[in-house]
């Protein structure tokens, strides 16, 4: 019994924190106004961003076809700025739930090459948007101005901890 009583102080300190507010895409994206520039805000650590240090900024643009052109750019830790050429598309009919590939279009066939693009906020005029997944995994604080007023990033925050995100491993990108 005592070392129940000892242990549980601990489980509680490293259990996940339950969400308070359901982790789902927002129920509708007007895609063809979410499409243009966003400058990230915040991101968690992903192993294909650990080289960029700034001014990392996203451009998505619609095609005829229905999926969306993504470049992703940022400046690295030795001045060069990095890109990403890849493609979304939506998940049935949802506008907020997509799928992303960077890998070569050949190998678009392959399930595992497409990873989950949910948009989990946005502001109704567009300002800002969250993105994250199904498994918490990845999560990415965007704006349409190159740095964000730090009350509203602070919100998007705490709403993304309520979401049952791992905020504090969250990464604030300088934008110049």
Not at 8 to 21: F, R, V
Request: net charge positive; proline share 6%; hydrophobic share 40%.
């Amino acid at each position: 019994m005592t070392r129940i009583a000892l242990l549980l102080p601990l489980l509680m300190l490293i259990a996940p924190a339950q969400a308070s507010e359901p982790n789902r895409p927002v129920a509708h994206v007007d895609l063809a106004r979410y499409a243009g520039t966003w400058y990230e805000q915040a991101h968690l650590p992903m192993f294909f961003q650990r080289k960029c240090a700034r001014d990392t900024v996203a451009q998505y643009t619609l095609r005829s076809d229905g999926r969306i052109d993504v470049v992703n750019r940022c400046t690295q830790t030795d001045g060069t700025v990095r890109e990403a050429r890849g493609v979304a598309r939506r998940v049935g009919d949802s506008t907020s739930q997509l799928k992303v590939r960077f890998a070569p279009e050949w190998l678009g066939f392959l399930p595992f090459v497409w990873g989950d693009y949910w948009i989990v906020g946005l502001d109704d005029g567009y300002r800002w948007a969250m993105v994250g997944s199904p498994g918490r995994d990845y999560l990415w604080i965007l704006s349409r101005e190159r740095v964000l007023d730090v009350d509203t990033r602070n919100r998007l925050v705490e709403r993304a901890r309520s979401m049952g995100y791992p905020v504090g491993k969250l990464v604030f990108t300088p934008q110049g």
